[in-house]
C-alpha cells in the first residue's frame, strides 16, 4: 500500500512534467512559425465548425470522403458567391474611402471649429490662435492615405491571401478526414485514470464553445448583411462597407454594432449634416441589435 500511495505523487508528477512541456513546445512553435500558420489555423477552424454537418451526413449513409466532399465543396462554393457579390461593391467603397479621407477631416475640423472657438473661449484662450485641428487632422488623415494605400498595394499581404487561398482548403479536408483518427490520438495520450473525467469536461467544453462560435458566426453574418443592405439603401457613403465590418466584428458580442454605430453616425453627420438622416443611420444599427435581442 505505501509503495502505491508513494508512486501516486511521481505520477502525477510526471504528467504535470509532460502536458507542461507540450505547452511550451506548443507556444514556442506557434511563436516561431506565427507568419505561416494561418491557413493552416483556418483550416482546422473550418474543419471543426463543418464536422457536425459531416457526422450528420454518415448517419443517413454516406462514407466519410463524400460528406466531406459535400460539405466542404458547398461550404466553399458558398463563400465565393459572396465574395463575388461583395467584393467589387467593397473594393469601390474602400478606394473610396482611403481617397475621401482628407476631405472627411477638413469637414469635420470645419464642423467642430465652433466649439472649439467656444471652447477656448471658456479656457480663456486667445481667439485669434485657434487651436491647428484642421491642420493636425488633414495630416493626420493624409498619412493614413499613404498608410492604407501601402497596405493596398502590399505584396505581402497579396501573398497571404493566395496562401490562405490553396492551402487552407487541403488542411481543411485532411483535417475533416483524419477527425475521428485526430481524436483517437488525443484520447490515447490521456492519463488512464482520469480520462473519463477529462473526457467529460472535454465534451462540456467543445459543446458550449461550439454552440458560442457558430452561433456568433451566425449573428455576424446576418447581421453583417442587414446593415449592409439597410445602410446601402438609406444612401450612406461606404454604407455597405460599414455594414460588412459591423457584422465582422460582431463576432465579439456588441463591439461590432458599437463601432458600426459610431463610424455610421459619424459619417452620415459629415455626409449631409441633416439630423434626421443621422437619427436614421443610428436606428439601422438600434432595431438591429433590438431584433437581435429578441430572437434570443
Known amino acids: 500500500m505505501a509503495e502505491n500511495v508513494n508512486t501516486k505523487p511521481a505520477s502525477l508528477r510526471n504528467q504535470l512534467i509532460f502536458w507542461s512541456v507540450t505547452f511550451v513546445m506548443l507556444f514556442v512553435f506557434v511563436w516561431v512559425f506565427k507568419s505561416i500558420l494561418l491557413p493552416f489555423i483556418l483550416g482546422i477552424a473550418v474543419a471543426y465548425l463543418l464536422n457536425p454537418a459531416v457526422q450528420l451526413l454518415g448517419k443517413v449513409g454516406f462514407n466519410r470522403q463524400a460528406s466531406t466532399i459535400i460539405i466542404l465543396g458547398g461550404f466553399f462554393i458558398l463563400v465565393l458567391a459572396v465574395l463575388a457579390v461583395a467584393s467589387p461593391v467593397l473594393y469601390k467603397e474602400l478606394s473610396q474611402f482611403v481617397n475621401d479621407l482628407p476631405d472627411m477631416a477638413d469637414k469635420l475640423a470645419a464642423k467642430i471649429e465652433p466649439y472649439q472657438e467656444r471652447l477656448q473661449d471658456y479656457l480663456g484662450q486667445n481667439s485669434e490662435q485657434p487651436l491647428p ?74 459543446k458550449k464553445l461550439a454552440g458560442f462560435v457558430r452561433g456568433q458566426l451566425t449573428v455576424a453574418l446576418l447581421l453583417g448583411a442587414v446593415y449592409a443592405i439597410a445602410l446601402s439603401l438609406a444612401g450612406l457613403k461606404y454604407g455597405f462597407l460599414i455594414g460588412i465590418l459591423a457584422g465582422f466584428f460582431n463576432i465579439i458580442p456588441m463591439v461590432g454594432s458599437t463601432l458600426g454605430l459610431f463610424a455610421a453616425v459619424m459619417v452620415g453627420w459629415l455626409q449631409s449634416g441633416d439630423m434626421m438622416f443621422v437619427a436614421l443611420v443610428g436606428g439601422i444599427f438600434i432595431a438591429g441589435q433590438i431584433g437581435w435581442n429578441d430572437q434570443q
Request: aromatic share 8%; glycine share 12%; proline share 4%.
Open 133 to 206: 485641428l484642421g491642420e493636425y487632422a488633414g495630416s493626420a488623415m493624409g498619412t493614413g492615405k499613404t498608410v492604407l494605400a501601402g497596405v493596398k498595394a502590399g505584396g505581402a499581404v497579396i501573398l497571404s491571401f493566395m496562401s490562405v487561398i490553396v492551402i487552407m482548403p487541403f488542411v481543411a479536408f485532411f483535417m475533416m478526414m483524419e477527425w475521428p483518427h485526430v481524436l483517437q490520438k488525443v484520447r490515447d495520450l490521456l492519463p488512464r485514470e482520469h480520462e473519463g473525467t477529462i473526457l467529460d469536461l472535454m465534451g462540456q467544453i467543445d
